[in-house]
């Protein structure tokens, strides 16, 4: 008997607490930036710097980052993505909540900086979070 009123009464519990607001799709949203890059040695440590913000209520799910680094590392919001030849994966998707971020290319060492062509493109959805 006791266990059916605590299975009835955990079954109420969970029907009655609402553990996460319903997310609605709002739109894709496509991030890119290129740029051709001529210093060879001692550039500047950031290159293609751009800030987006997700508005309050919504929520970005990022699908995928296509970059092409040479000698920078491409950063979200300050967390580096491994490079291709380190067989380190990054995980996808990666969930923002509403706020602002950004991405660029950077170095950890100016001296390793290098002339080339740079461009990412990050692609996301969008969503509504609903009460």
């Known amino acids: 008997m006791k266990k059916i009123v605590s299975t009835c009464v955990l079954l109420i519990f969970c029907y009655i607490t609402k553990a996460q607001n319903n997310l609605q799709f709002n739109r894709v949203l496509l991030l890119r930036a290129d ?12 290159i293609l710097f751009r800030s987006f913000t997700v508005a309050p209520d919504k929520v970005l799910k990022i699908e995928s980052i296509n970059y092409n680094p040479g000698n920078y590392v491409l950063f979200l919001d300050g967390s580096s993505f491994p490079r291709i030849t380190t067989q380190i994966p990054t995980t996808f998707p990666i969930w923002l909540p509403s706020g602002t971020y950004s991405i660029y290319f950077g170095t ?23 009460q």
């Open 108 to 130: 950890f060492n100016t001296a390793n900086s290098a002339s080339g062509q740079y461009s990412y493109l990050l692609s996301a959805l969008e969503f509504n979070v609903v």
């Open 35 to 46: 740029s051709i890059s001529t210093c060879s040695s001692n550039c500047p440590d950031t």
